[in-house]
């Protein structure tokens, strides 16, 4: 049987577009874009202070080495540092999460690893 993988993202502080970004560069624009490898899989430009948003399915993942790709945009302007997690879930089982800070600026970028081994002993490292 197939195994299916949400994944799932929870952030401190709204998160909204880039004030700053050329709006011609989607990507740039906004609030949150996760992909795999080369494939976009979340493209948000909005996502509510401590509300989870679920990926139902992750489309693309493969036996071994899986690279997820996060870049948010994050208030800048309280001068606070904001958090963004993200969980890649099996049923309701973590498989693998991250937490990433926002810099100055507002934005949080970073790589979310995930090992899928044959027959499901996946791992985290």
């Known amino acids: 049987a197939e195994k299916v993988y949400s994944l799932e993202v929870l952030s401190t502080a709204s998160l909204e577009p880039d004030p700053f970004a050329l709006t011609t560069d989607a990507t740039q624009a906004a609030g949150l874009t996760v992909a795999l490898g080369e494939q976009s899989l979340l ?17 693309g993942l493969h036996q071994g080495e899986n690279e997820f790709f996060i870049k948010a945009t994050l208030p800048a302007q309280d001068g606070g540092q904001h958090a963004l997690r993200v969980r890649l879930l099996d049923g309701e089982q973590v498989v693998a999460e991250t937490t990433l800070w ?5 934005a949080a970028t970073g790589v979310l690893h995930v090992t899928l081994e044959e027959g499901g002993n996946e791992h985290d490292h």
């Open 43 to 59: 493209d948000l430009d909005r996502l509510p202070a401590g509300q989870p948003h679920r990926l139902k399915q992750v489309p």
């Open 102 to 106: 926002s810099g100055l600026g507002g």
